[in-house]
């Protein structure tokens, strides 16, 4: 088992930052890839980026590349997606996960066995 919980959401300006984190505790959270996915009311939860164990791979869902950028730190069992520029499309509760340990960089949330509670992330221009 993994627990993750999310931090760091908020009320923020377009054009505007934000950096989330999550936190991982249980099983060896270096054995897993992780992702952050997000949920806008009435929507489908939707992929945003995935970091691989070592740090070396990273995939970003086209809207938010070039603007949010995904790390983890293994000696703290944590991960952070800074937001840069945010618009108010970026509007929505944000979700940490850990993938089932297939070493492939999902982006499918059927990849992910842990899920955190969720941070809400609320743009207004």
């Known amino acids: 088992q993994v627990q993750l919980v999310e931090s760091g959401g908020g009320l923020v300006q377009a054009g505007e930052s934000l950096r989330l984190s999550c936190a991982a505790s249980?099983?060896?959270?270096?054995?897993?890839?992780m992702g952050w996915f997000r949920q806008a009311p009435g929507k489908e939860r939707d992929f945003v980026a995935v970091?691989?164990?070592?740090?070396?791979?990273?995939r970003y869902a086209d809207p938010v590349k070039g603007r949010f950028t995904i790390s983890r730190d293994n000696a703290k069992n944590t991960v952070t997606l800074q937001m840069n520029s945010l618009k108010s499309e970026d509007t929505a509760a944000y979700y940490c996960?850990?993938?089932?340990?297939?070493?492939?960089?999902?982006?499918?949330?059927?990849?992910?066995?842990?899920w955190g509670q969720g941070t809400q992330v609320t743009v207004f221009s």
């Open positions: 996960a850990a993938d089932r340990g297939s070493g492939v960089l999902a982006v499918v949330r059927e990849a992910y066995d842990y």
């Open positions: 249980g099983r060896a959270f270096s054995s897993h890839n």
């Open positions: 970091i691989s164990r070592d740090s070396g791979n990273t």
